[in-house]
């Protein structure tokens, strides 16, 4: 008599796990792994997700929806049968796990098609259109039978080996429209794709999926996600007011598709025919997809990525003590030769790579290494010096403030109409000593606070002085970054000269875990004539020193005017008091009023940075600002913090200091060291005893700051 064995995907017979070779390993889940298995009698290949039954009884005491999501999953899976969805054939138990026997996809996660030499950089357009017709046919499918995914992300999409379609997988987050007797909570998903609906915990409808998708489409093209923190808590925030940057190499209808999708608003984000019939999808036809074939290139293009590999090795052959110098390099003629789009798309790669901030590179797509050398703030950050590379302190570091030369200052005090055009080697002379100190200590950063030259932006002798100020401050080792805050005598029409010449009139950075902020305070001063960019100065302001308060170690922020008394403190001597309140009372026009000094000091009080640095002062000094208590959870007496002030006198004469902040794991100490006395005087902080005359003389004094760990 002759056995007949039917086929494990077509009988309706439970099968036991004694029926199966177990193989390698395939994957792992929060609980639960995948395995190869191999059925005995018919040779079928599946993929087999084992969930030990013991381990769900653990986890449920801080999981209380881990059952309602393994049965979710089976509920799901039974009622979807798709090809880009994963089929479930059967599920069975045993006394000790649980099992799902699932199609068997060779081929890997979405996530790792995004990936080169180990970096995440996308994929191109041709390919991320065709994957993308993929999940949006499955989501099309899905949502016609009321479910709705919550977890759509590359690492839950496997692409067949087979026919290079896309399988979409782990449905345990799922939502049943029709059936609510599993669904488990709102907050649900993985925090880069959640919408904001759902970051708000609020009833989510297909629109959630579709915002994932629109989050989907940005890391296929860009390599990253639109709103990565860092952090859980920096990403909600960047969901919930929907901010991100879309690269500049991307096509017209990619970055009008990824716009729609990730509308804040739910009810205006697309439906699924609106999406199929989107531009980006041209020449798609979705009816017939499943038989189209993959595209044979995924990646950029190679020359680009050759490029890309050459400018690696140049910088590792580069001379870290000479100045940047390309005029001979045969690899900046190529780059010199990009159209801007191409140009964008190299430094994304780079910026993916970890590559765009090292300083013989950044500096290269500019005009001169000089220009290029004061760009590095750029879309409210500053490149290299992100959350995501910058979060943790690993080493003691210093970094270096100064105020600006202002180049032309001496020479307007000579001349008859007071402009300051015909000279400005005293100043140049000043400031290279101390760009020879600064290079003599090999900071992580140095800080400029304005003015960085005496000429307005209508003098036609501005530009001269802009260029002597670049090639003046390149004189820094390249090694260190340069910081621009935009000083005092700022007019309204200089912001976007300031962002010509140095980048991003406000921005924030993080170094070692500090976090740095970089305010144009001149904005405030003139917000009559600038309100639109005012507020949002404020509200970025706002939001950057609350997550600050929660994601940093320290903070610093850095404004060319202050917002509190420039004599606050026993430093200074009764008379120089009086001489520097007279000078507050008597301000200037480009000068804060009272209350608007008042508002932006409640919102610096509030979240009280370590150091609050500015040039607006006549003499360089540290001062205690503000004292806040932190309770101790431990009982003992409460955490004293001091907010200081460091003024940075400006403008910058023989008698001026550098100031130098030296960061360690338990605090920062900062140090004033003057030109012409390079000796520092090192004392107790705030000593009321300090002589007269080394306080008309701004001699070095030494101030430490402590934070608790």
């Not at 305070?521 to 509200?539: V, W």
């Not at 002589?691 to 402590?706: G, H, Q």
Request: proline letters at 5%; one cysteine or more.
């Amino acid at each position: 008599m002759r056995l007949v064995c039917f086929a494990v995907k077509e009988t309706t017979e439970k099968p036991n796990i004694k029926d199966f070779k177990l193989g390698c390993q395939l994957g792992e889940g929060n609980f639960s792994r995948i395995m190869l298995a191999t059925h005995n009698a018919t040779n079928e290949v599946f993929a087999l997700k084992v969930i030990e039954k013991q381990r769900i009884k653990r986890l449920r005491v801080r999981h209380g929806n881990i059952f309602n999501e393994i049965n979710m999953e089976k509920e799901v899976l039974n009622k979807l049968r798709h090809p880009n969805i994963v089929r479930l054939y059967h599920t069975f138990q045993d006394n000790e796990n649980l099992y799902f026997l699932l199609e068997y996809i060779e081929g890997g996660e979405l996530l790792n098609y995004l990936v080169h030499e180990g970096k995440q950089i996308g994929i191109n357009e041709d390919a991320a259109r065709f994957y993308l017709a993929d999940i949006v046919n499955a989501l099309e499918f899905m949502h016609a039978n009321q479910i709705i995914h919550r977890d759509v992300k590359p690492e839950n999409m496997v692409v067949c080996a087979t026919d290079g379609h896309i399988r979409l997988i782990d449905f345990g987050t799922a939502k049943d429209l029709a059936d609510a007797t599993l669904n488990g909570p709102n907050f649900v998903g993985t925090p880069e794709y959640m919408s904001p609906e759902t970051v708000d915990n609020k009833d989510v409808t297909y629109a959630a999926d579709i915002w994932a998708l629109g989050c989907l489409a940005y890391q296929l093209l860009c390599g990253e996600t639109p709103f990565g923190g860092g952090s859980a808590y920096l990403t909600f925030l960047k969901v919930k007011e929907a901010e991100y940057n879309l690269p500049e190499f991307l096509s017209d209808s990619a970055k009008n598709l990824i716009d729609k999708l990730l509308q804040r608003d739910p009810s205006l984000r697309p439906s699924i025919s609106d999406i199929k019939a989107h531009p980006f999808f041209l020449g798609i036809d979705f009816v017939s997809h499943l038989t189209a074939q993959p595209p044979v290139n995924l990646s950029h293009d190679p020359a680009l990525l050759d490029l890309i590999r050459e400018l690696g090795q140049a910088e590792k052959l580069r001379s870290p003590i000479e100045p940047l110098d390309f005029t001979s390099d045969a690899v900046q003629p190529q780059i010199m030769k990009l159209d801007a789009k191409t140009k964008c798309m190299v430094m994304h790669l780079l910026q993916r790579k970890q590559l765009l901030h090292l300083p013989g590179i950044y500096p290269r797509f500019f005009d001169t290494p000089n220009a290029g050398r004061c760009m590095y703030a750029v879309n409210k950050g500053f490149i290299g010096y992100t959350h995501e590379m910058q979060n943790q302190w690993n080493e003691n570091f210093e970094f270096i403030v100064m105020s600006g030369p202002c180049l032309g200052r001496k020479a307007a005090e000579k001349e008859a109409d007071g402009r300051g055009g015909s000279s400005w080697s005293d100043e140049e002379q000043l400031f290279s000593r101390a760009i020879s100190i600064i290079n003599s200590r090999k900071p992580a950063f140095v800080v400029i606070c304005g003015n960085f030259v005496r000429a307005k932006c209508e003098e036609h002798f501005r530009e001269a002085q802009l260029c002597s100020f670049k090639e003046l401050i390149n004189k820094v080792n390249c090694e260190i970054k340069l910081v621009f805050v935009p000083g005092c005598e700022s007019i309204p029409e200089s912001s976007n000269d300031h962002n010509a010449n140095f980048g991003d009139d406000y921005f924030s950075f993080w170094y070692g875990g500090i976090k740095g902020i970089v305010i144009n305070s001149s904005t405030i001063a003139h917000e009559g004539q600038l309100q639109e960019k005012a507020k949002a100065q404020e509200d970025w302001l706002v939001k950057e020193l609350d997550n600050a308060k929660i994601c940093a170690r320290e903070t610093v922020v850095f404004s060319a005017h202050t917002f509190h008394s420039a004599v606050q403190g026993p430093e200074l001597p009764p008379h120089l008091v009086a001489k520097t309140n007279q000078a507050e009372a008597s301000s200037e026009d480009g000068d804060l009023s009272v209350s608007q000094k008042k508002r932006y000091a409640d919102i610096i009080n509030r979240y009280p940075p370590r150091l609050f640095v500015t040039q607006q002062g006549n003499s360089d000094r540290v001062t205690t600002i503000l004292t806040s208590t932190n309770p101790n959870s431990s009982g003992e007496e409460d955490e004293v913090k001091k907010t200081e002030q460091v003024v940075c006198s400006s403008p910058f004469t023989p008698i001026s200091c550098l100031h130098v902040a030296s960061v360690t794991q338990t605090g920062i100490s900062v140090t004033q060291i003057k030109l012409d006395d390079a000796a520092t005087i090192s004392t107790k902080a705030h000593v009321p005893e300090i002589a007269e005359e080394n306080a008309l003389k701004s001699d070095s004094i030494r101030v430490e700051v402590t934070t608790s760990e």
